[in-house]
């Protein structure tokens, strides 16, 4: 059974003196200079040319005193290098900030510019417990850039994670949710011989289609366009990897798709979850995970980040056995103690052997 223990990791930070909170609340500068520097394209002007501040400044038509204590600021973030009154671009700034590089991740840098907007008016949505916005419809530009989004923040960790997570002789996994398929790309190309499929909505599935034309494990990968919140999941998986939804629905909405993901599991199969758990028998830490459930207020109706130990719960109410933690190396997760599976009773799938000799992957009844 789980016990919120397994993670006794988890940092605590509490503010209590008057100073503390004072550094607290003036937290908001440097990412403010961090962000204007993003809206002025100054990462992508400097590209990796050394200027001076005069001709920077004219190039971005920018005051030369603003530019001035801008950069010096950028400068002594690291995100910049200074000598004298000439600046040049950080190995970051040169690469993931630079438009004009292939490692560019523009996309994940534009949502989080959008939220600074959105976080100001948070007391509208803790007066109304409703998101920001609730009556306008998502529009499909909004959902092909934010599965571009998701893309950026991912490209990176999707690899890691993936290489840390056995499938044993799993034949098929269903990325619910999968939005731009990073990860099923990152799970196809660690295991040669499995088959994904990305389960999502039509602008996101559009997005992931571009992205998988350009890998050569896209071509095992397929697609499934859908609303899992409302609808049953086609087909039968040895594995359901569940990343970054369960904080988008209320407990009794994650419970209903924990219901549709166990139909949709061979017997054998594993649902794997990566989210913002909460491990601590308050429900308050890790405190990214706490502060997670601010956007879900904003952004969802009825989201949340939620305790490793009531997603158990509902897990097993589900009718999943072995819930358990699966670990994954510090510095390679997305979120502190972020990964856990749970398996539907029966054997594993596992490897049966052709008429020829050969061995073929099937799934054990
Ligand atoms: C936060 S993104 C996570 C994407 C990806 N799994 C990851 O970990 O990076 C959530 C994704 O779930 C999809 N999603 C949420 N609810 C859904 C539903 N009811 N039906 C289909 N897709 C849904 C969204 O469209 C989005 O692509």
Redesign the pocket.
């Known amino acids: 059974m789980v016990s919120s223990s397994n993670w006794g990791c988890c940092v605590k930070s509490r503010l209590a003196t008057f100073d503390e909170f004072r550094d607290a609340i003036s937290g908001y500068r440097l990412p403010r200079v961090l962000l204007a520097a993003l809206e002025v394209d100054l990462f992508t002007v400097i590209g990796d040319r050394a200027w001076t501040l005069t001709t920077l400044a004219k190039k971005l038509k920018l005051s030369e005193r603003g530019l001035n204590i801008l950069c010096r600021n950028l400068a002594s973030a690291g995100v910049l290098h200074k000598r004298g009154c000439v600046y040049r671009n950080s190995r970051l700034g040169a690469t993931a900030l630079n438009a004009n590089h292939p490692a560019y991740r523009g996309d994940y840098l534009n949502l989080i510019r959008s939220h600074w907007a959105d976080w100001i008016r948070l007391v509208e949505s803790v007066r109304s417990g409703l998101p920001l916005d609730h009556d306008v419809p998502d529009s499909q530009d909004h959902r092909r850039q934010f ?1 571009w989004a ?1 893309h950026h ?2 490209l990176e960790i999707a690899p890691a994670i993936t290489a840390q997570l056995h499938l044993g002789q799993a034949q098929t996994l269903l ?1 619910l ?3 731009p398929g ?2 099923a790309l990152a799970f196809l190309t660690k295991n040669p011989r499995l088959r994904a499929t990305v ?3 039509e602008p ?1 599935l559009e997005v992931a289609k571009e992205i998988a034309s350009t890998h050569k494990a896209g071509r095992r990968l397929s697609y499934i366009p ?4 409302k609808e049953s999941i086609p087909g039968t998986y040895d594995v359901i990897w569940y ?3 369960l904080h ?1 629905y209320s407990p009794k909405e994650n419970q209903a798709i924990f219901r549709r993901a166990r139909t949709a599991l061979n017997p054998g199969g594993r649902l794997i979850i ?1 989210d913002a758990f909460l491990h601590d028998h308050e429900g308050l830490y890790p405190s990214e995970s706490s502060l997670f459930a601010v956007s879900m207020l904003l952004f969802t109706e009825q989201g949340n980040t939620y305790t490793a130990s009531e997603t158990a719960k509902w897990l097993k109410q589900a009718g999943f056995v072995g819930i358990k933690p699966v670990p994954i190396r510090k510095g390679t997760e997305d979120w502190e103690g972020g990964i856990w599976e749970a398996s539907v009773p029966g054997p594993r799938p596992r490897m049966i052997a052709t008429q020829k000799g050969s061995s073929k992957n099937r799934t054990a009844r």
């Open positions: 599965t998701m923040r991912t990325d949710g999968g939005g990073t990860y389960c999502d909505r996101a859908l609303d899992f919140s990343s970054n939804v988008l990566q």
